[in-house]
């Protein structure tokens, strides 16, 4: 279980907060979404989960455990697959997901199965040799996903991990997170697919100017607004229909 208190954060040079003051507990086996507008605090929020930012104040524990006291403990624990590729180019498939999973602890035989059977899962097998610089967006998106599960998270942290990609990749993504979760993940995503959100999540929370201003399943969300006929209707209601651009 993951327990949010009164967390906020406020970066350096910013007038406003871009999270304010925010309570939410997301259970053993959720698929839970962080929606919300651009800027509204959804990375935010998933990188302080993720221990990638400091909040500013608040707390947070993750199946009991926090990173003040229990670092080491969590990194293992946890999943992140952030928005932007963490991969290097010019190293292969294979060369990418061997050094990042070492970075676990994985290593030798162990190691090596686990990146040759996600690759096989997820289609890239036949080009695990290949430099990730010659990938499509969607073979990317896959290679970064596997990143953040060789180590068997309990908990996995996803920023937007269907954004630019082919529809027959985001199914195969979408598939197979939804087998990790089966086999007992947790899965914290964030998205600007609500259609995607609401066949994927078993709960969402729509966030706005850093704090959420209402979460449940999507059903039950669509159902207390009786002219919304699905979660985008719920959103744009709450949110409204003006641009949310920023530089």
């Known amino acids: ?65 926090t990173f003040q006291k ?47 059977f996600h690759l096989e899962v997820l289609g890239l097998e036949k080009f695990s040799n290949k430099k990730l610089d010659t990938f499509s967006g969607g073979m990317k998106r896959r290679v970064n996903l596997i990143a953040s599960i060789l180590h068997d998270p309990k908990v996995l942290f996803l920023d937007e991990p269907t954004v630019g990609v082919d529809v027959q990749s985001k199914n195969v993504i979408i598939e197979n997170l939804k087998k990790l979760n089966t086999q007992g993940t947790t899965i914290i995503y964030t998205s600007h697919h609500l259609n995607e959100a609401e066949q994927f999540c078993t709960k969402v929370a729509i966030i706005d100017h850093g704090r959420i201003i209402i979460e449940g399943a999507p059903k039950n969300l669509i159902s207390q607004y009786p002219e919304s006929h699905n979660l985008e209707d719920v959103f744009l209601t709450l949110t409204g229909k003006a641009l949310r651009d920023h530089a």
Do not use: C, W
Request: no cysteine.
């Open 1 to 65: 279980m993951i327990q949010i208190s009164h967390l906020s954060k406020k970066y350096k040079n910013n007038a406003e907060y871009s999270v304010v003051d925010l309570d939410l507990k997301i259970d053993d086996g959720e698929i839970f979404g962080l929606l919300g507008p651009n800027g509204a605090g959804k990375t935010t929020l998933i990188s302080m989960l993720s221990s990638l930012i400091k909040p500013t104040s608040g707390s947070f524990s993750i199946n009991g455990l």
């Open 70 to 116: 229990n670092a080491n403990q969590l990194k293992q624990l946890i999943g992140i697959e952030p928005q932007e590729y963490a991969l290097y180019p010019t190293l292969t498939a294979y060369e990418n997901l061997y050094y990042l999973g070492s970075m676990y602890g994985l290593k030798g035989k162990r190691l090596r199965e686990k990146i040759y």
